[in-house]
């Protein structure tokens, strides 16, 4: 049997502040732009809030309200974060240029038009993915556009 080694309070207290925080970065492919976007992983703050800003109340047929993500929204604002908040590439899609250039008045607009369905997935579960989500959020998405 082999033995666990858990973390100590010394281990943690021992690092840097800086390594604790650090997030996972990594790379979207985006065909249409001819190459790779970096992203970063979010933190639990940009994630929560991201996450209240694509809810919205609807009635849920017995005169109440129930809160409802709105899931699409949901994958294009992570992405959009991501890619804003990596400093190893100055592309944003909330540019001006860019959203004039591509007719459209948003960020969210501007990934609608660059990025595919398919790329939006897969970017997604990439961001939620660096963000320390892993496997079981990716599953819930694929099963979710599977089933739209």
Do not use: H, Y
Not at 9 to 19: A, I, R, T, W
Not at 38 to 62: A, R, Y
């Amino acid at each position: 049997m082999t033995k666990v080694e858990f973390i100590s309070l010394e281990d943690v207290l021992g690092k840097d502040v800086s390594d604790l925080e650090r997030l996972k970065q990594d790379v979207i492919e985006v065909e249409k732009l001819g190459g790779q976007l970096p992203i970063t992983g979010l933190t639990n703050p940009e994630f929560k809030q991201i996450k209240k800003d694509c809810k919205s109340f609807v009635p849920d047929g017995t005169g109440g309200m129930r809160t409802d993500v709105d899931d699409d929204k949901l994958m294009i604002r992570v992405i959009i974060k991501a890619v804003d908040k990596d400093k190893r590439s100055s592309f944003t899609f909330a540019n001006k240029q860019l959203l004039e250039k591509l007719g459209v008045t948003t960020a969210d607009q501007a990934v609608e038009k660059l990025l595919s369905p398919g790329e939006i997935t897969k970017a997604a579960v990439k961001v939620q993915d660096a963000s320390g989500f892993g496997n079981a959020v990716q599953k819930e998405v694929k099963e979710e556009v599977k089933n739209s």
